[in-house]
Each structure stands twice: as structure tokens, then as C-alpha cells.
């Protein structure tokens, strides 16, 4: 049964009618449809077709974010909704309080041990509620480039405060060039660097939901940041811009904090210094801590209108755990995957090519990885973080302001989950 704190309010989000989903072939052969956005679905996928002919799936390739959200409801309101859908975390308790996902608890019962609790709690709701499986995930490391740091004396930062020591250093040999940027354009990364802190944004409380985004955690994160924005210490200039793939290619930025997606990031935004970067693990706010965020990762959920729940668990199933299926996923998606025990060896045995120059890159994401901290995620996080784009934006550009920044993403958050009916207390 569904968590009471996911159904109150679901109405206002918007309303949903679950009809029946795909269904079997005259031969008795069970057709599932699976919309994903991960490239080289299609491969792995077949790879379960040859071998299960009595349950074949089709894969219909979908745009990921906002938009797939968007798409999944709306078919769910009208009964079309496919019966697996690749889900971002974040989008969870959104498609949840939607009932558009379905709790698979029973069916995955034997498979939460191939996560770490971290992972696991992102599909997780309300007490004991599993609305998919985890598919990747993106913990934070600090990438940096190796030949600029030896060029220029630094050493990699274990904490915040060496960081911030680092950036200075950098600017008294090299007033020209910046450790890194803050940027106002992606609230994920906040996100993540939020919850290393230890921020949850949202939690639930028996029947209601509890923002607690402008929390200590929070300000420590918003506070460090706007130091060294204010004292130019750092960029201030968004993300995934032309001008910031020029900076990171011709060295003006030297690092990066991502998630471990960013190789292939890199190879596109700086195509001129392969072999030239280093993943090392996050700054920690205490000396000696192995603790970090996560900035992106999806899911597989099984869907509300699916008239074959129990199959379709079993392809999420095989999906995200088996060795074949998770290797494929490496190889042909380019996914870091969720499951604890492919997180090294097999199709992660070398590094990312463009990282070819660190042997140690999978270990080194993996060790990584076991710190990750918890995330919590809530039914409208599209609004928070259209909210701190729009007050960090602002906050960024006076180089000044970002505990009021935080202030109003906490505000925006919760006024609008109390307008949409939510029980909700901060």
C-alpha cells in the first residue's frame, strides 16, 4: 500500500485515471514496452529478448528529463502509460504521488543487497514503498587537471578549506585562471554538494512532508560558495556554455566538481586535453571523512497501468543486477551502474578513454561511491529548482546574496506544495 503522505495533494498534481497497460500476444507471449532514454537500450534489450521468448520487450527511445515526466502522466491519465519507463530519481515521488509508478516492494524483495542504503533510499518512499529499481548513479568527484596542478605547484584539496586555500594559491601564480566556477544554471550540483553537508530536502513524517532546504547544511554549502564568489576567487559564470568549454580547454579553468559521468562531458567540451585530467574524491568537510553527493542517476519503474507487473519487475530485475545485462549497459550506454558489484572489473576494467592516463579511475569512483550520502527527493522539484536558477542566478551575478537565495528556494518549495494540497511542514 502507498505511503499516505504520496496520496494527499496527488489530485491537484494532476489527475489520473490507470487503465490497462501492454498486454500478451494470441501465442501467449507477454509484450512489455519500455520507455527509456539511456543510448543503447535497444542492445541490451534484445540481449533479454533472445533469451526470455515468452516475455519480449520493445524499447521507444524518449527524451530524458522534464519532459519525460511530463509525457509518462499524461499517458498515464489517459491509460497509455507504457509499463516500464526510465525514471531520474528525482522524478520519483513526482510519478508516485502521480500514481503513475507502481510499489514493486514484493516483487524485488531478495535484490536491495546489489545496492548501498544511499542508492536504495532514492527509490524508496514513505516507509517501505519501492517504486523502481536503481538503474546508475552519479556520485561527486573532484576533477582536476593534473598537468596544470604540477605545473603550478598545487596539491588536490582533501577538504573545503583546502580548496578554498588552493583557489587562492592558484590566483597568486596565475591571477589569470580560476580553480573552478559557481554555477547557477544546474541546481543538481548544489544539490549534491548540499547533501554531502548533510541536507535532505524532502522527508516525510507518518502523513505529511517536511522542506527543509534552507536548513544548516544548506547555509554552510551557500556560505562557502558565496566567499569565494565574492572574493573573485572562483567564476561566476554558468556551465555548459561555449564560453565555459572554451575555459576548461584552454586551461582558464583547471577543475571540475561532476558527477563520474563527466568524462564524456570533458571529451566534448575539451576536446584538446584528453589524457591531461585526474578524478580525485571530494573535498570533505571534516579531514579523514569519505563522504559525497550525487548529482544525477535514473531508475527502471514499473508502471500503474501494466496488466504484467510481476514480469516486468523481473526484466527491471535482470536490467539493473545481472553481470551480461550491466556490462551491456557499460558498453553500450555508457551508464555507471547502481549495482555495488559492477561498479569495477568487467566493462569497467580500463578507464574512460579520455582518462586513459589514470589507470585507478573505477576504483577510485567506486571507493567514492560506498560514501555516498542520502538524497531525498519531493513532488515538486522541478520548482526548487527552477527556483534557485532564478535566485542564485541573481545571487551570482551581484556576487552577494546567496543566503537569501537559499531563503527563497525554501519558500518557493514550500508554498507550493501547501497550495497543491500537500500536508507539509518545514
Not at 502522466?73 to 489517459?78: D, E, P
Not at 556520485?139 to 584539496?157: I, K, M, Q, S
Request: charged share 20%; net charge negative.
Amino acid at each position: 500500500m502507498r505511503h499516505r503522505a504520496f496520496a494527499i495533494g496527488a489530485a491537484t498534481l494532476l489527475a489520473v485515471t490507470t487503465l490497462g497497460g501492454c498486454g500478451s500476444s494470441d501465442d501467449g507471449t507477454v509484450r512489455l514496452t519500455y520507455w527509456a532514454w539511456a543510448p543503447g537500450m535497444e542492445e541490451v534489450v534484445a540481449l533479454w529478448n533472445e533469451a526470455n521468448p515468452d516475455i519480449q520487450v520493445t524499447v521507444k527511445k524518449q527524451a530524458s528529463g522534464d519532459e519525460l515526466v511530463t509525457k509518462t502522466v499524461t499517458a498515464a491519465q489517459a491509460g497509455t502509460a507504457p509499463d516500464l519507463v526510465q525514471a531520474e530519481y528525482q522524478a520519483l515521488p513526482t510519478l508516485a504521488s502521480n500514481n503513475v509508478t507502481a510499489d514493486i516492494s514484493a516483487e524485488v524483495a531478495d535484490v536491495e543487497e546489489r545496492f548501498t542504503p544511499a542508492v536504495w533510499q532514492q527509490v524508496t518512499l514513505g516507509t517501505d514503498a519501492v517504486y523502481a529499481l536503481p538503474q546508475d548513479s552519479g556520485p561527486l568527484l573532484f576533477f582536476y587537471r593534473a598537468d596544470l596542478f604540477e605545473e603550478f605547484g598545487l596539491d588536490v584539496p582533501a577538504t573545503w578549506d583546502e580548496f578554498a586555500e588552493t583557489a587562492r594559491e592558484l590566483h597568486e601564480v596565475a591571477p589569470d585562471r580560476d580553480l573552478t566556477t559557481f554555477s547557477a544554471n544546474d541546481a543538481g550540483l548544489f544539490a549534491g554538494l548540499a547533501q554531502q553537508a548533510g541536507a535532505q530536502w524532502w522527508t516525510t513524517e507518518t502523513d505529511r512532508w517536511r522542506v527543509a532546504i534552507d536548513d544548516e547544511a544548506g547555509r554552510r554549502v551557500s556560505a562557502f560558495w558565496e566567499e569565494l564568489v565574492a572574493e573573485e576567487l572562483v567564476d561566476n559564470q554558468p556551465m555548459y556554455t561555449p564560453a565555459w568549454n572554451q575555459a576548461l580547454n584552454e586551461g582558464q579553468q583547471i577543475a571540475w566538481i561532476a558527477g563520474v559521468w563527466a568524462p564524456g562531458t570533458l571529451a566534448t567540451a575539451a576536446p584538446d586535453t584528453e589524457g591531461r585530467w585526474a578524478a580525485a574524491p571530494l573535498p570533505q568537510w571534516e579531514a579523514g571523512e569519505n563522504v559525497t553527493g550525487s548529482w544525477g542517476g535514473s531508475s527502471t519503474a514499473v508502471t500503474t497501468d501494466t496488466d504484467h507487473r510481476e514480469e516486468a519487475a523481473e526484466f527491471a530485475t535482470w536490467l539493473n543486477t545481472d553481470p551480461e545485462a550491466l556490462s551491456a549497459l557499460v558498453r553500450f550506454g555508457g551508464i555507471y551502474p547502481a549495482a555495488t558489484d559492477a561498479r569495477t572489473g568487467g566493462a569497467l576494467a580500463e578507464p574512460p578513454p579520455f582518462f586513459a592516463n589514470q589507470s585507478d579511475f573505477y576504483e577510485t569512483a567506486a571507493e567514492v561511491a560506498e560514501g555516498a550520502a542520502p538524497a531525498a527527493w519531493g513532488p515538486n522539484v522541478t520548482v526548487a529548482y527552477s527556483a534557485f536558477n532564478n535566485a542564485f542566478g541573481s545571487a551570482a551575478g551581484r556576487r552577494a546574496g546567496f543566503e537569501e537565495a537559499l531563503a527563497v528556494m525554501q519558500r518557493t518549495t514550500f508554498d507550493d506544495m501547501d497550495r497543491l494540497g500537500f500536508e507539509v511542514v518545514q
